[in-house]
């Protein structure tokens, strides 16, 4: 029942964006309910409830895959490890928690798109985060849809640059 | 959380919010210099012409890309792309909620068994319930009897109750009249489910 009723916030709130994609999220998932079974008899009920717990299980299995690769995407360990170390004082409830991670993902992508060109940027946000179709973001950029593909592409090429480790892949 | 206790109209300021407006005070009365690595890098990104005529490689690198991000082949960049959006506006729910080996082998400690089995009961009864009270009103069988048939105990004053001889101090006189419709509502119910 609580797996089932706080999987999918985890999942949305502190795995997906952290990790970057559905593949690592779901498997980060998988691992969090496995330590969550294993080690359940060592939380302790709180007046908060028992996601705050969840989600530092959550947020430790997130740190030990962002630690195995390589190249980080957006967040780093590090950003990660400070989160750890708040959260022990934390007595927020689920959804609050919920829309602080979400601000915090949120606010994370605005940082990185604030070190590139603001023309870059654009594209990124039409097209990437606002699924705009090519037509639409050529246009608001106006530029003809063939140039905005360009665009688009020097736009990553910036981005990647700009990303503290200069890496995405996993 | 910070209230001050001696205006309770003063808003709740939760951390990051409070965090918020520590950085505006400082950023107003105490600016801080812009990092020189960072205003290179601003500097770089504005100095760059982002409709300057492509390269043939820049060309080919872009047409990719594009059949990648409408799911046509792969890209490094869609990573980075899946990322961002991932972040920016996370889905729903997981496309499918992967259950734990540990749930499926049965290995749940008790404290976990007690709480799914506790939500499991509380379900359970509640459907019992629902099921009662649906099948009481609707089986003929189960039909409540006619009341005018049956010699049920009729409600009164409780006068007579304190004008009886054995009635004591308010307390026994309360516990008399409780005792005594206990009795009545007993009498009542087994009569209604035909109990002689």
Known sequence: MILRKHGPRLYRSVLLPRLGSAGSAEEALSRTYVKVVERFEQFTWQAVGVYPWLRVV???????????????????????ERELEHTERDAREADELERYDLNCAKQRVRDVLGRINPRYADAIRLRILEERSREEAALSLGVSVATFDVVLHRAMAALRKALPEGGTES | MTRHDSDPDLPTLDEEEERRLVALLKSAFAPSELEPARHERLLQAALEDPFAAPSPEEIVESERLRRALDGDGDHLDLVLARALSAAYAP?????????????????????????????????????????????????PEASAPELPALALVQSRSTAALFQSASVGPPSARIDRIASVRERDLRANRYAMWGVR
């Open chain 1, 58 to 80: 959550a947020l430790r299995v997130a740190l030990d895959m962002l630690r195995a690769r390589k190249r980080e995407l957006l967040f780093e360990p590090e950003d990660v």
């Open chain 2, 91 to 139: 889905s729903e729910a997981p496309p499918k909620v992967v259950a734990p080996a540990a749930l499926t082998a049965g290995r749940l400690s008790a404290k976990v068994l007690y709480l799914r089995f506790g939500g499991v009961a509380a379900v359970l009864a509640a459907a019992a319930a629902v099921l009662l009270v649906m099948s009481a009103r609707n089986s």
